[in-house]
């Protein structure tokens, strides 16, 4: 298997930013962490012998791979074992969105809204990092806002404990040692301190969401001050990184994603990846971006996210009705209905999703009709 950059969060399947309403839980296996000062405490470290004899064993491979004793103290100072890791990494389900509904949350009013006041605050970092890089401004934007809602939700796991348990539990044991060294080596180059060493549940750090070993291949000093510092509240280095790692994976300069294809013209290599949806144009450079997140729906969802924080409108093309027989307009009429009557879907994207159908079937069984959880027409004219 040829590990990416995000191979630690895949068989974890297309990106798993949270959903921005409609109770559209997440686009992925994965969920992003919130940063939040509050960790659920199952993410908290809790006694394991088991886990204490493996990190002893480790601590002998460790100083043959170059790591010094003082920079194991450090890193191993205050973590543990996280049952909460284990759990997630075992549970993940592999689940799907239509284009559809993924791009109704990577590509949301919030998102769009937020990209572009994003892209403004940082616009001559972001033009400085294009001149360097040759990657556009926007699309770097894109990319941050989709690993991580533009700096909001970076994660706050310690990555030793998250990379050291998972190694330990060792259902990808090879892989997940050697992010804990790639983590560790990065304390010992004085990147970042322990405390601030932080990620998501499966180590992925920073505003882009690096795993250590792409890290250390990719990430770069943009502003100069000695240290490559993904984790600061300033992105200057995270986008950077993001730049660089699509440059050297053969990223074109001045060559767009692609586009929607309009009517029935055609170029280049065209995709549909909803059947009866929309039709893309896609360049050499929509497949780098899939080297960051192979999905057509991720590089699909960056670029048109790019091109929303551009200045340009939704997509022109209409999207068939969903399995259940509706259309978007009709699923927000839905959550719209439900949620006048007290029925919370946790939003009105038209994204279906465990929200939703939580309020469905609350709703069912207050009508006593079967709780299936399912929207239908019948149920729309139902809620009148």
Known sequence: MTYTRR???????????TACGGGGGTLGPRAVAVQSSEIPDDLRPVPNAGYDAWVSSFRSRAVGQGLSPATL?????????LPGVVTRDRNQVEFSRTLEDYLAIAASDERVSKGRAAFARHRSTLAAIETRYGVSAELVT???????FYGERRG?????SATSTLAFDGRRGVFFEKQLVA????????????????GSWAGAMGHTQFIPTSYQAFAVDFTGDGRRDIWSDDPSDSLASTAAYLSRNGWTRGVKWGSEVSGTASSGSVIQPQPGGP??????????????????SYAIGVGHLADRIGGAGPIRASFPPDKYGLVKAERIQLQQRLSAR?????GT???IGPKSRKAITAYQSSIGVPATGDPSKDLLRTLG
Not at 156 to 160: E, G, I, L
């Open 7 to 17: 191979t630690a969060l895949l068989g974890l399947g297309a990106l798993g930013l």
């Open 73 to 81: 103290n450090a890193g191993f100072r205050g973590a543990g074992y």
């Open 142 to 148: 894109a990319i941050w806002g989709l690993e991580s």
């Open 156 to 160: 706050n796991v310690p990555v030793v």
């Open 183 to 198: 983590a560790l080596k990065i304390l010992q180059t004085g990147d970042t301190t322990a405390e601030n060493l932080k």
């Open 279 to 296: 039709k893309f144009s896609v360049t050499s450079n929509f497949r780098v971006i899939k080297r960051y997140n192979n999905s057509d």
């Open 342 to 346: 007290g029925f919370d879907t946790g």
């Open 349 to 351: 994207s038209g994204v």
